[in-house]
C-alpha cells in the first residue's frame, strides 16, 4: 500500500523559508514522477512543481520558479519541497503525489495515482 505523509508546513512571515517533506512508503520515489501540488478552498489544485524519475529532470510552475526547489533523498525515499522567498500568495494546503511518469503537460493531478494528506502552509504579510 503506497504511503505518502507531508511533513514541515506551518506559518511564516512574508520572506521567510520553509522545507517541506514527503515520506514514501510502499513506492521507491526514484522510479516514480513525484509532484508537489497546492490548493486553497474550493480554487483548483494547482502543480506547483514536479521532479522525474530518477531526478533527472524538474518542473515548476512558473509563479515559484526561482523560489521553490524541488529534489529527493533516495536513502530516505523522500521528496523535498524548498521554499524560500515566500510570499503571502503561496499560502495553501500542500500535498506530495505520485506518478507512473511525468507525463506532460507535468502538471495536470491526472497523471499522479498517489496522494498524500498535506501540510498547512502560511504566509503573513
Known amino acids: 500500500q503506497v504511503q505518502l505523509v507531508e511533513s514541515g508546513g506551518g506559518s511564516v512571515q512574508t520572506g521567510g523559508s520553509l522545507r517541506l517533506s514527503c515520506a514514501a512508503s510502499?513506492?521507491?520515489?526514484?522510479?516514480?514522477?513525484m509532484a508537489w501540488f497546492r490548493q486553497v478552498a474550493v480554487k483548483d489544485r494547482e502543480g506547483v512543481a514536479s521532479?522525474?524519475?530518477?531526478?533527472?529532470?524538474?518542473y515548476y510552475a512558473d509563479s515559484v520558479k526561482g523560489r521553490f526547489t524541488i529534489s529527493q533523498d533516495n536513502a530516505k525515499n523522500t521528496v523535498y519541497l524548498q521554499m524560500n522567498s515566500l510570499k503571502p500568495e503561496d499560502t495553501a494546503m500542500y500535498s506530495c503525489?505520485?506518478?507512473?511518469?511525468?507525463?506532460?503537460?507535468?502538471?495536470?493531478?491526472?497523471?499522479?495515482?498517489?496522494w498524500g494528506q498535506g501540510t498547512q502552509v502560511t504566509v503573513s504579510s
Open positions: 521532479i522525474s524519475a530518477g531526478g533527472g529532470s524538474t
Open positions: 510502499g513506492v521507491t520515489v526514484s522510479r516514480r514522477c
Open positions: 503525489a505520485a506518478g507512473a511518469a511525468c507525463f506532460s503537460p507535468w502538471f495536470l493531478s491526472r497523471w499522479y495515482n498517489a
